[in-house]
């Protein structure tokens, strides 16, 4: 099992930051991807971003893209989500997922992200 923890999240208006952090326990695991979706009210769960926990290849959803940034502390079992120039369109639960390899993937139970304009 691995349990993750999400935190950072709040409410910030718009073109702000906020730095999510996704903490992993339980089995640790040596290859895969972390990362995150998110999901606002009456939409469908949406890709975000995630990392390869080996190479720290990374991929991100089109309406992030070069607004946030992932990264990723192994010896913390740890993934970060950068949010830069936020907007209210980005309100939403976030959610952090890893997928071990072999594994299922594990999910956190999301952190709230809402952004005023």
């Known amino acids: 099992q691995v349990q993750l923890v999400e935190s950072g999240g709040g409410l910030v208006e718009a073109g702000g930051s906020l730095r999510l952090t996704c903490a992993a326990s339980?089995?640790?695991?040596?290859?895969?991807?972390m990362g995150w979706f998110r999901q606002a009210p009456g939409n469908e769960r949406e890709f975000v971003a995630t990392?390869?926990?080996?190479?720290?290849?990374?991929e991100y959803g089109d309406s992030v893209k070069g607004r946030f940034t992932i990264s990723r502390d192994n010896a913390k079992n740890t993934v970060y989500l950068r949010m830069n120039s936020l907007k209210p369109e980005d309100t939403a639960v976030y959610y952090c997922?890893?997928?071990?390899?072999?594994?299922?993937?594990?999910w956190g139970q999301g952190t709230q992200v809402t952004v005023s304009s």
């Open positions: 997922y890893a997928a071990p390899r072999g594994f299922s993937t594990y």
């Open positions: 339980g089995r640790t695991f040596s290859s895969g991807t």
């Open positions: 990392i390869h926990w080996i190479s720290s290849v990374t």
